[in-house]
């Protein structure tokens, strides 16, 4: 899942670089500019290393408010998925 969410966010970022002619965010690159980079900063919004709305804002402001509600179900999804595992080991 959080492989799947990283392509889909790093070809997001890359294809807004291509297209943008003006200057890029330095957040945006920081957490998406590589698909390596994309996964940890996704891992690190769901176990807490990284504040959301840090990870999410250079998304929302550079690309689109849509991609700020993916990021949000990413979150989501991840969480509920963790919480049911949880409670089914328990």
Do not use: C, E, K
Not at 26 to 52: C, D, E, K, M
Not at 65 to 72: E, K, L, N, R
């Amino acid at each position: 899942m959080i492989y799947i969410f990283g392509v889909f966010l790093t070809q997001s970022v890359l294809d807004h670089r291509v297209a943008s002619t003006g200057p890029t965010d330095p957040n945006l690159v920081y957490f998406y500019g590589t698909l390596s980079r994309s996964v940890l900063t996704l891992y690190q919004a769901v176990a807490g290393g990284i504040s959301w709305d840090d990870a999410v804002m250079p998304l929302m402001t550079s690309l689109s408010p849509a991609v700020g509600v993916v990021f949000a179900l990413y979150i989501a999804f991840v969480l509920l998925a963790i919480m049911n595992v949880v409670t089914g080991v328990f």
